[in-house]
């Protein structure tokens, strides 16, 4: 029987973003304010993922042992360290969260079977190692406040209510909606990067955050016009805004994740190799650019 245990863990530590071969100002156009001297810091969170059978005591192993070797190789020399300086693999690749993350990993191997190495520098941005070489996953975290209406307008207001709730009342109904865009990428073997942090940030405030934000759905997306916007949809639409420019970027849409609310989330999975798209209630419109392998529906209202 296969189990996967996870530990949590934390450090605080600084660091700086500035490579040497670079001017100033070339510098300062790759890494923005990370570049200030001597740096600036991060209370780290980590979890680690260990996969395996159970022994005789019902354990997939013992998380006091993990507790114990993660201390001795990792935290207890990050703690309160300047990253930069601490270990050999950041003087060659500077020590952003998908780096640290994949260092980590090279650290923990040979004493658990690991299957994930998750790093948070904050709680809107962390990282995800799984021991693929250079390959990492960058989660941004971010919000908007919309209102939206579930309704079909071929059906009548009852069948509406019947399928759809309250929420097909007729005037609509808001949400603060938290959404999680993860990207996958091969880490630069000397900036750390798989992707540029604040274009990426950019991409999903021009595209996403600035168009929907304090807005009716339904109204003002002209994409709603057509499609209910479940939070389904609404991830649905957001990958499909998001695929192309980070593909420009330089790193590939890996999932979207939206929460609609505490009990109510999806997730949408992207990949290159197959197209499916959301149904829609006029039946004869159809979409392009959209390759989408599943889609899961955590919880309902
Ligand atoms: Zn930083
Ligand atoms: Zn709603």
Not at 237 to 259: C, F, M, R, T, Y
Not at 281 to 301: I, V, W, Y
Request: some cysteine.
């Amino acid at each position: 029987m296969q189990c996967i245990v996870n530990r949590r863990a934390q450090f605080s530590a600084s660091h700086r973003y500035w490579l040497p071969e670079l001017s100033a100002a070339e510098n300062n156009q790759h890494f923005g304010p990370c570049t200030r001297a001597p740096g600036h810091g991060h209370n780290y969170v980590l979890f680690v993922s260990i996969a395996g059978e159970l022994d005789e005591y019902g354990m997939v192993v013992n998380l006091s042992d993990v507790k114990q070797v993660i201390k001795q190789e990792v935290t207890s020399q990050l703690d309160f360290s300047y990253l930069n300086d601490i270990w050999p693999e950041f003087q060659q690749t500077l020590p952003t969260t998908e780096n640290i993350a994949r260092v980590i990993w090279q650290r923990l191997a040979s004493h658990f079977p690991l299957v994930n190495v998750q790093l948070f520098e904050h709680p809107e941005l962390w990282a995800d190692y799984q021991g693929n070489g250079m390959e990492a996953y960058l989660t941004i975290s971010t919000h908007f406040s919309a209102a939206h209406r579930l309704a079909r307008p071929d059906l009548s207001y009852e069948e509406n209510c019947e399928i759809y709730g309250k929420c097909a009342r007729p005037n609509g109904h808001g949400h603060n909606y938290h959404l999680e865009v993860t990207v996958k990428g091969e880490i630069d073997p000397r900036t750390g990067m798989i992707v540029d942090l604040g274009a990426l940030n950019q991409v999903i405030s021009d595209m996403v955050v600035e168009p929907f934000d304090h807005t009716f759905l339904n109204k003002d997306v002209p994409y709603f016009a057509e499609v209910v916007p479940t939070a389904e949809n609404i991830a649905f639409h957001i990958s499909n805004l998001l695929q192309q420019p980070v593909h420009e970027l330089g790193a590939e849409l890996h999932k979207v994740k939206l929460i609609e609310s505490p009990n109510n989330s999806c997730e949408v999975y992207c990949d290159t190799n197959t197209a499916k798209t959301p149904r829609e209630f006029s039946g004869t419109h159809s979409h392009t650019g959209n390759s989408l392998k599943s889609a899961k529906l955590e919880a309902r209202l």
